[in-house]
């Protein structure tokens, strides 16, 4: 009975109401990059609170408690950030929060600058990104800004990927075809954009027939932000990539604050033929060896930041000076001669050519977009 008496006591005692608090709303924006800063720490102070910024630098605190609150922004490369909020209970604190890179941050008119032990090294701005990508990632990856070997021969990307450990190029010619990981052949390497496999068929490598492996001059790289490579596999890639899977990620207006267009021009020599003038080439007839290149792109959002477009357009020509052996073979063997293979003939010729890569992509797409429509040739 005295238990009873307990148990009803405890019952009509009413539970406390839940203490109000508030929600900090932020996004991380690099002014002098004008991109948004993906994967950037936000650590909440005074808590174990801990996120990390969206694609388009945004991050969220629920249930902070009401009054003062500190958050701390880290990012490799940059200058630590602390920002200090005004929590209300049941009311948003927003703000845009700027992170500088140490390499860009400005110096105050008669401040003292101390200059830290110089070291011959370097590495682009844009390659922090990268680096908080792979450091996030609960794989095996190295992720590398596509941007931080400058400009790439034809824009194409196995000529960035040959400047990474481990990786390993297939050529046909002078171009670089497709990829091996982990000394495995090109069919078992899986090639993606943005998570989306792509087409893995190649008629110009398998001796004659078809190969499964993914040729990269159906595609450019300035279309790429930045390249991951997977070296480890899990549930969710395909079984037919073992050795590994190299995703390559797309640009997105996006990452980006207000309107943008930039271009670059140049051209293209070869020292082969290092002249202006008219020279005999392929097909037998005289042409110019230096050929035109640009890199064309624009980006801006729409609607408030609901409607993001980006457009670009390049074009990579290169002439390339070549030779060609043929081998011609007698498999007749006879009395005097019993071996099956003979070579009776070795024909060395010119065989130059020029390499032409249009590309285009465009991503007139809303929020968090997740395909690219690009096109090479």
């Known amino acids: 009975m005295p238990t009873s008496l307990a148990a009803e006591a405890n019952a009509a005692v009413p539970a406390a109401p839940p203490a109000a608090t508030g929600t900090i709303i932020g996004r991380v924006f690099n002014p002098v990059a004008k991109e948004y800063v993906?994967?950037?720490?936000?650590r909440l102070e005074g808590t174990n609170q801990v996120t990390y910024t969206e694609s388009d630098g945004s991050f969220r605190f629920d249930k902070v408690a009401p009054g003062s609150a500190s958050i701390t922004v880290n990012y490799i490369g940059y200058?630590?950030?602390?920002?200090?909020?005004?929590?209300?209970?049941?009311?948003?604190?927003?703000?845009?929060?700027?992170?500088?890179?140490?390499a860009s941050t400005p110096v105050k008119e008669g401040e003292v600058i101390k200059l830290d032990a110089f070291v011959v090294s370097s590495e682009r701005e844009g390659n922090s990104k990268a680096i908080m990508d792979q450091r996030r990632n609960?794989?095996?990856?190295?992720?590398?800004?596509?941007?931080?070997?400058?400009?790439?021969?034809?824009?194409?990307?196995?000529e960035f990927l040959k400047y990474l450990p481990g990786v390993d190029l297939d050529y046909v010619e002078s171009e670089a075809r497709g990829p091996r990981l982990g000394g495995m052949d090109g069919q078992y390497v899986g090639v993606a954009?943005?998570?989306?496999?792509?087409?893995?068929?190649d008629y110009n490598r398998g001796g004659g027939s078809a190969s499964r492996?993914?040729?990269?001059?159906?595609?450019?790289?300035?279309?790429?932000?930045?390249?991951?490579?997977?070296?480890?596999?899990?549930p969710e890639f395909d079984a037919d990539s073992p050795a590994g899977l190299i995703n390559m990620k797309t640009k997105r207006a996006f990452d980006r604050k207000g309107r943008h267009f930039e271009y670059s021009v140049g051209m293209n020599l070869n020292s082969d033929a290092f002249t202006l003038e008219r020279t005999w080439g392929p097909g037998d007839r005289k042409d110019y060896k230096w050929?035109?290149?640009?890199?064309?792109?624009?980006?801006?959002t729409f609607f408030g930041n609901k409607l993001g477009i980006l457009l670009s357009a390049s074009r990579a020509n290169s002439f390339t000076e070549q030779y060609i052996v043929a081998n011609g073979y007698n498999a007749s063997p006879s009395a005097a001669d019993p071996r099956?293979?003979?070579?009776?003939?070795?024909?060395?010729?010119?065989?130059?050519?020029?390499?032409?890569?249009?590309?285009?992509?465009?991503?007139?797409?809303g929020r968090r977009?997740?395909?690219?429509?690009?096109r090479s040739t």
């Open 38 to 42: 993906g994967n950037a720490e936000v």
């Open 79 to 102: 200058n630590s950030v602390k920002e200090t909020f005004t929590v209300s209970p049941g009311q948003p604190a927003v703000r845009e929060i700027n992170l500088i890179s140490t």
């Open 138 to 158: 609960m794989n095996i990856t190295t992720s590398v800004s596509s941007d931080i070997f400058g400009d790439v021969e034809d824009n194409n990307v196995g």
């Open 193 to 201: 954009f943005d998570g989306n496999r792509t087409a893995s068929a």
């Open 213 to 234: 492996a993914t040729s990269f001059e159906g595609f450019s790289i300035t279309s790429v932000d930045s390249i991951e490579i997977y070296r480890t596999t899990s």
């Open 291 to 300: 050929k035109p290149n640009y890199n064309l792109s624009y980006s801006d």
């Open 340 to 365: 099956p293979l003979v070579t009776r003939q070795i024909d060395f010729k010119d065989g130059p050519k020029f390499v032409l890569k249009d590309a285009s992509c465009s991503r007139p797409i």
């Open 369 to 374: 977009p997740r395909v690219s429509y690009c």
